[in-house]
Nanobody
Framework: QVLLVESGGGLVQAGGSLRLSCAASARTFSMYPMGWFRQAPGKEREFVAAISRSGGSTHYADSVKGRFTISRDNAKNTVYLQMNSLKPEDTAVYYC??????????????????????WGQGTQVTVSS
């Protein structure tokens, strides 16, 4: 069982920055690839970023590449999403997720939600124009 708790969301103006955090309960956190997804009102949940177990491999959706950075601190059981140059279209509920059943190392593998089996409750990010 993995409990994930996101924090750091809020209201920001376009062009601003936010850093999301996701704290995990599992002692085996360092074994799990992690991902961030988001869901805007009326839209399906979409992939944002993924990171491998050690943090050495990352993968991003084209829409956030160059603006967002995913990272992790295995000593703190936490994964982060640094979001810069925010746009109104980034407005969504952001979810972190853990993948505990797949063994592929590369973050490129973890771009779809069926690869993940534990999810946080989400944190709202609102970007005003």
């Amino acid at each position: 069982q993995v409990l994930l708790v996101e924090s750091g969301g809020g209201l920001v103006q376009a062009g601003g920055s936010l850093r999301l955090s996701c704290a995990a309960s599992a002692r085996t956190f360092s074994m799990y690839p992690m991902g961030w997804f988001r869901q805007a009102p009326g839209k399906e949940r979409e992939f944002v970023a993924a990171i491998s177990r050690s943090g050495g491999s990352t993968h991003y959706a084209d829409s956030v590449k160059g603006r967002f950075t995913i990272s992790r601190d295995n000593a703190k059981n936490t994964v982060y999403l640094q979001m810069n140059s925010l746009k109104p279209e980034d407005t969504a509920v952001y979810y972190c997720a853990a993948s505990t059943t797949y063994t592929q190392y590369s973050a490129n593998y973890y771009y779809t939600d069926e690869k993940y089996d534990y999810w946080g409750q989400g944190t709202q990010v609102t970007v005003s124009s």
